[in-house]
C-alpha cells in the first residue's frame, strides 16, 4: 500500500480490510492536518487521517514564487457549476479545489486574514453560540507563529508560520503607492480588527518556505505512532449503526475497506466534499435522499443548503516594458530566480505573487468594507484568467467577501463516483452584483492614478470601451467567476436548517462531526484558510475535552 506512513510518517500503513481507530478524521485538508495532529498529541489514542489527494511531495507546493503552478496545476480537482440565469453567460463552469495533502493550504496563495469581528457577531446571531470574536481569537493565537507581530491580536510560537513577504515587487509598492492616491489610507496590519485600506499581505510561509496545514501540523507529528496518514484514499460512505457512527467505507487502489471508529468520526472534506459524503451515507433531507433510493439515518434539510462563495472579477492590464513577474517565463530569469531561492531562499521565488491587497466599500451603507483587492504581478498565473499581448501584464482580482446570494450541492446520483450538482445562485441577490460593480469602478480609478499608469500601455480586460456604470455592470455579469472560497453547506446552529451544534456535532447522529468551512454560518471578509486552521485547533479542543 502506497502511503505516507513508511516513507514520511513513521507508521505502519493500515493492513487488512477491517482495522479500528479511536478518532478517523476524513479529509487531509486545513482543517483535517490540524485535528489529526492535535488529537494524536493524546498518546492513548489512536487516529486515522484519510487524504483522497496524493502526498505534498511536489517541490511547486513548498516555494512561494511557484504559486502560478498550484494554482493550475494536477493537484487541483475541477468541479463544474451551473451559472444560473444572474450571470449572462452560457459556455460551462468549473472551479478548482485542492486534492492533495494540506488541502488549500498546499496549494493557495497563502493570503492570511482572519476577517473582522464583525463576522463572528454575526454567527453569533444565527446561532452559533461560543464563536464570537473573543471566543475564536485564542485559538488563532495558538496557532500562529508570526514573525513580525506579536501583541494582543497576534502570537509566536504557534505551529503556523506567518510571514511578511521578503521580496516585493516594486509594481506592488506603486500599485499601493495609487491606492493612497485613489484615497484609501495604508494599514499596516490586515488582522488587527481594522481592514479598511491599503497594504501588503502576510503569508502563511516561514523561511522562505510555505507553511502549510500539513507542513506546519502533519510534518513534526512524523513521528508518532498512533497517528496513521494514509494518502489516495476516497471515503464513500459513513457507516451508521442504531443512530451512532461506527466507521467509514473507503477505497483505494481499487479495493474497497473498512475502517471502524471507537470514539468519533470528523468529516473535513470542505464545503462540496462534506455535504456530498453525509447525503450518500443518509444524512440530508429525506426527500432528497429517498429520490436517489438512500435510507434515511437523519432528516437534516440543512446539508448542502446555505452555500456561499466569494465571486470574483479580473481586470487584466497590458504593461509598457517587462515591469512584472511575467519577465520569469524567459529562461534566463527563471534560472536566475531559481539560484537566488537556492541559495539564499529570497528573491522573486519567495514571492506568493500577489503581494498587496486593499479592503474597502463597494457598498458605503456597510459597517466595514466588503470588497476585497489583489494586485497579482502578473498576468493568466491564475487558472481561467488571460494571459496578454507582448507578455508584460498584471492582473487586479476583486471579490465581494460578504455576499448575500445563497446556493446548494446536491447529489446526482448515489453512486460516490458522481460530481455533485453545484449551484452557487452568484448574483441572486442584486446586492452582490451592485456592490461588485462598484469595487470594480474603484479598481479602474485606482489603476488610472499617476503611481501606476506610468506602467501601463492599454487595458486588456475589460477593453478600453467599457467606461460607464451600466458597461461595467454588465461586464461583471458576463465575466463573474468562483474565487474557489465555498463555505456554509452544514453550518453551525441550533434551528432546523442548522447541520451541527456549537460544538460541531453532527444532529441527531452520535459520535459524528463536521469541521472544517463548511460549518461557517456565512463568509468571513477575506481569504478563508486561517480560519480553517482555527475550526480545526477548536474541534481538537472539544473532543479532547470529551477523552
Same mark, same amino acid.
Given at each position: 500500500?502506497?502511503?505516507?506512513?513508511?516513507?514520511?510518517?513513521?507508521?505502519?500503513?493500515?493492513?487488512?480490510?477491517e482495522s479500528r481507530?479511536?478518532?478517523?478524521?476524513?479529509?487531509?485538508?486545513?482543517?483535517?492536518?490540524?485535528?489529526?495532529s +492535535?488529537?494524536?498529541?493524546n498518546?492513548?489514542?489512536?487516529?486515522?487521517?484519510?487524504?483522497?489527494?496524493? #502526498?505534498d511531495?511536489?517541490?511547486?507546493?513548498?516555494? #512561494?514564487?511557484?504559486?502560478?503552478?498550484?494554482a493550475?496545476?494536477?493537484?487541483?480537482?475541477?468541479l463544474?457549476?451551473?451559472?444560473?440565469?444572474?450571470?449572462?453567460?452560457?459556455?460551462?463552469q468549473?472551479?478548482?479545489?485542492?486534492?492533495?495533502l494540506?488541502?488549500?493550504?498546499?496549494?493557495?496563495?497563502?493570503?492570511?486574514?482572519?476577517?473582522?469581528?464583525?463576522?463572528?457577531?454575526?454567527?453569533?446571531?444565527?446561532?452559533?453560540?461560543?464563536?464570537?470574536?473573543?471566543?475564536?481569537?485564542?485559538?488563532?493565537?495558538?496557532?500562529?507563529?508570526?514573525?513580525?507581530?506579536?501583541?494582543?491580536?497576534?502570537?509566536?510560537?504557534?505551529?503556523?508560520?506567518?510571514?511578511?513577504?521578503?521580496?516585493?515587487?516594486?509594481?506592488?509598492?506603486?500599485?499601493?503607492?495609487?491606492?493612497?492616491?485613489?484615497?484609501?489610507?495604508?494599514?499596516?496590519?490586515?488582522?488587527?480588527?481594522?481592514?479598511a485600506?491599503?497594504g501588503?499581505?502576510?503569508?502563511?510561509?516561514?523561511?522562505?518556505?510555505?507553511?502549510?496545514?500539513?507542513?506546519?501540523?502533519?510534518?513534526?507529528?512524523?513521528?508518532?505512532p498512533n497517528?496513521?496518514?494514509?494518502? +489516495?484514499?476516497? /471515503?464513500?460512505?459513513?457507516?451508521?449503526?442504531?443512530?451512532?457512527?461506527?466507521?467509514?467505507?473507503?477505497?483505494?487502489?481499487?479495493?474497497?475497506?473498512?475502517?471502524?471508529?471507537?470514539?468519533?468520526?470528523?468529516?473535513?472534506?470542505?464545503?462540496?466534499?462534506?455535504?456530498?459524503?453525509?447525503?450518500l451515507?443518509?444524512?440530508?433531507?429525506?426527500?432528497?435522499?429517498?429520490?436517489?433510493?438512500?435510507?434515511?439515518?437523519?432528516?437534516?434539510?440543512?446539508v448542502g443548503?446555505?452555500?456561499?462563495?466569494?465571486?470574483?472579477?479580473?481586470?487584466?492590464?497590458?504593461?509598457?516594458?517587462?515591469?512584472?513577474?511575467?519577465?520569469?517565463?524567459?529562461?534566463?530569469?527563471?534560472?536566475?530566480?531559481?539560484?537566488?531561492?537556492?541559495?539564499?531562499?529570497?528573491? #522573486?521565488?519567495?514571492s506568493?505573487?500577489?503581494?498587496?491587497?486593499?479592503?474597502?466599500?463597494?457598498?458605503?451603507?456597510?459597517?466595514? #468594507?466588503?470588497?476585497?483587492?489583489?494586485?497579482? /504581478?502578473?498576468?493568466?498565473?491564475?487558472?481561467? /484568467?488571460?494571459?496578454?499581448?507582448?507578455g508584460n501584464?498584471?492582473?487586479?482580482?476583486?471579490?465581494?467577501?460578504?455576499?448575500?446570494?445563497?446556493?446548494?450541492?446536491?447529489?446526482?446520483?448515489?453512486?460516490?463516483?458522481?460530481?455533485?450538482?453545484?449551484?452557487?445562485?452568484?448574483?441572486?441577490?442584486p446586492?452582490?452584483?451592485?456592490?461588485?460593480?462598484?469595487?470594480?469602478?474603484?479598481?479602474?480609478?485606482i489603476?488610472?492614478?499617476?503611481?501606476?499608469?506610468?506602467?501601463?500601455?492599454?487595458?486588456? /480586460?475589460?477593453?478600453?470601451?467599457?467606461?460607464?456604470r451600466?458597461?461595467?455592470?454588465a461586464?461583471?455579469?458576463?465575466?463573474?467567476?468562483?474565487?474557489?472560497?465555498?463555505?456554509?453547506?452544514?453550518?453551525?446552529?441550533?434551528?432546523?436548517m442548522?447541520?451541527?451544534d456549537p460544538?460541531?456535532?453532527?444532529?441527531?447522529?452520535?459520535?459524528?462531526?463536521?469541521?472544517?468551512?463548511?460549518?461557517?454560518?456565512?463568509?468571513?471578509?477575506?481569504?478563508?484558510?486561517?480560519?480553517?486552521?482555527m475550526?480545526?485547533?477548536?474541534?481538537?479542543?472539544?473532543?479532547?475535552?470529551?477523552?
Amino acid at each position: 500500500m502506497n502511503c505516507l506512513g513508511s516513507a514520511r510518517y513513521g507508521v505502519k500503513p493500515i493492513s487488512g480490510k477491517e482495522s479500528r481507530y479511536d478518532y478517523i478524521v476524513v479529509g487531509g485538508g486545513s482543517t483535517g492536518c490540524v485535528i489529526a495532529s +492535535r488529537l494524536s498529541e493524546n498518546e492513548s489514542v489512536k487516529v486515522a487521517l484519510l487524504e483522497e489527494g496524493p #502526498p505534498d511531495a511536489s517541490p511547486y507546493i513548498h516555494i #512561494p514564487g511557484a504559486y502560478y503552478k498550484t494554482a493550475q496545476g494536477s493537484l487541483l480537482k475541477r468541479l463544474s457549476w451551473e451559472a444560473g440565469p444572474e450571470l449572462a453567460r452560457n459556455e460551462k463552469q468549473t472551479m478548482v479545489q485542492a486534492r492533495v495533502l494540506g488541502g488549500g493550504s498546499s496549494v493557495n496563495a497563502m493570503i492570511y486574514i482572519r476577517g473582522v469581528p464583525f463576522d463572528y457577531e454575526q454567527w453569533v446571531q444565527l446561532g452559533a453560540e461560543g464563536w464570537g470574536y473573543d471566543d475564536v481569537l485564542p485559538y488563532f493565537l495558538r496557532a500562529e507563529d508570526n514573525n513580525r507581530f506579536c501583541n494582543e491580536v497576534h502570537a509566536v510560537g504557534g505551529p503556523l508560520g506567518v510571514s511578511d513577504i521578503d521580496y516585493i515587487h516594486p509594481l506592488t509598492r506603486s500599485w499601493l503607492q495609487a491606492c493612497q492616491q485613489a484615497g484609501l489610507p495604508y494599514n499596516a496590519d490586515f488582522n488587527s480588527g481594522n481592514q479598511a485600506g491599503c497594504g501588503l499581505y502576510q503569508i502563511t510561509a516561514k523561511d522562505g518556505r510555505r507553511s502549510s496545514a500539513a507542513v506546519a501540523y502533519l510534518k513534526p507529528a512524523r513521528e508518532r505512532p498512533n497517528l496513521q496518514v494514509v494518502t +489516495r484514499t476516497v /471515503v464513500t460512505r459513513i457507516i451508521i449503526e442504531d443512530g451512532k457512527a461506527v466507521g467509514v467505507e473507503y477505497v483505494r487502489n481499487g479495493e474497497k475497506h473498512v475502517l471502524r471508529a471507537e470514539r468519533e468520526i470528523i468529516v473535513s472534506a470542505g464545503a462540496i466534499g462534506t455535504p456530498k459524503l453525509l447525503m450518500l451515507s443518509g444524512i440530508g433531507a429525506e426527500k432528497e435522499l429517498s429520490r436517489h433510493g438512500i435510507a434515511v439515518q437523519a432528516d437534516l434539510p440543512g446539508v448542502g443548503k446555505n452555500l456561499q462563495d466569494h465571486v470574483e472579477i479580473s481586470l487584466i492590464y497590458q504593461l509598457n516594458g517587462p515591469h512584472s513577474y511575467d519577465k520569469y517565463k524567459k529562461l534566463h530569469w527563471k534560472a536566475a530566480a531559481g539560484l537566488n531561492y537556492a541559495l539564499f531562499k529570497g528573491g #522573486p521565488a519567495s514571492s506568493n505573487l500577489i503581494e498587496g491587497g486593499a479592503f474597502w466599500w463597494g457598498n458605503k451603507e456597510e459597517q466595514v #468594507p466588503d470588497i476585497q483587492y489583489f494586485m497579482v /504581478v502578473g498576468a493568466g498565473i491564475e487558472e481561467g /484568467v488571460d494571459a496578454v499581448p507582448g507578455g508584460n501584464g498584471c492582473t487586479i482580482n476583486l471579490g465581494q467577501i460578504r455576499p448575500k446570494s445563497r446556493g446548494e450541492v446536491t447529489l446526482t446520483s448515489s453512486d460516490f463516483a458522481a460530481d455533485p450538482r453545484v449551484s452557487p445562485n452568484y448574483f441572486s441577490d442584486p446586492y452582490d452584483l451592485d456592490a461588485i460593480t462598484d469595487g470594480t469602478m474603484k479598481a479602474m480609478d485606482i489603476m488610472s492614478k499617476p503611481a501606476i499608469a506610468k506602467y501601463l500601455h492599454s487595458r486588456y /480586460v475589460p477593453d478600453r470601451s467599457v467606461l460607464t456604470r451600466d458597461e461595467v455592470r454588465a461586464f461583471c455579469q458576463r465575466n463573474a467567476h468562483a474565487a474557489l472560497h465555498p463555505s456554509g453547506t452544514c453550518r453551525i446552529g441550533t434551528d432546523e436548517m442548522a447541520v451541527v451544534d456549537p460544538k460541531l456535532r453532527v444532529r441527531g447522529i452520535e459520535g459524528l462531526r463536521v469541521a472544517d468551512a463548511s460549518v461557517m454560518p456565512t463568509l468571513i471578509s477575506g481569504n478563508p484558510n486561517a480560519v480553517c486552521i482555527m475550526i480545526g485547533e477548536r474541534a481538537a479542543d472539544f473532543m479532547l475535552a470529551c477523552a
